[in-house]
């Protein structure tokens, strides 16, 4: 295709936007978005959900474009930055560990063989059972704020909330001549 058809074809879409422009406007550029994608290394799968996403974004927001001379531009900007969300995203994503999958295969913790955690088990029944059970897994299981939000299915946000709150809960409970003591220990 050359660029004076691709020209015509982008022109009669900012022009008239409606559902037979678009279809021109998609086979035109989807092929060229896709291939952008997968020239920084996106999953060919992947690339085309993402060149999609672009051409939504383009069907809903080509009204917006002031200088039709820039479309061309303008696309690959909003490709761009559908890439660097994709990227960004891959980026903060953290491996896990299905633990209901494991079955029998893990024994369960005994808390009263821990010593102090026999001590941390007293003061867990000043918890509700969402933040004692969030307490055992940061404290006793030494899981990272990430694991345990991912785990309960739930923001880490709220994770260091009931973490925080736990703590303000508790502090109540204990005397500052136990923990005087301890320190010296």
């Known amino acids: ?46 690339a085309e959900d993402l060149a999609q996403e672009v051409m939504f974004t383009v069907y809903r927001k080509a009204g917006q474009l002031r200088d039709h001379k820039l479309f061309r531009a303008w696309l690959f900007k909003v490709a761009r930055n559908a ?11 953290v491996p896990t560990v299905d633990l209901t ?3 029998d295969l893990l024994p369960a913790p005994n808390y009263s063989a821990l010593g102090p955690a026999s001590e941390f088990n007293d003061w867990m029944k000043f918890l509700d059972a969402q933040e004692g059970e969030t307490m055992k897994l940061r404290f006793i299981e030494e899981w990272e704020y990430h694991e345990i939000a991912a785990a309960q299915a739930i923001p880490i946000g ?6 925080f709150n736990s703590k303000k809960k508790l502090a109540v409970h204990l005397s500052p001549v136990r923990v005087v003591e301890r320190r010296a220990a």
């Not at 709220?158 to 973490?163: G, H, L």
């Open 1 to 46: 295709m050359t660029n004076l058809q691709e020209s015509e074809i982008m022109e009669r879409f900012l022009e008239q936007a409606d559902d037979g422009s678009f279809d021109a406007v998609f086979r035109t550029f989807s092929p060229q978005l896709v291939a952008f994608f997968r020239r920084r290394g996106v999953e060919n799968g992947v």
């Open 158 to 163: 709220t994770v260091q909330w009931r973490v």
């Open 83 to 93: 890439a660097f969300r994709y990227f960004g995203q891959r980026m903060r994503e």
């Open 101 to 103: 999958d494991m079955g």
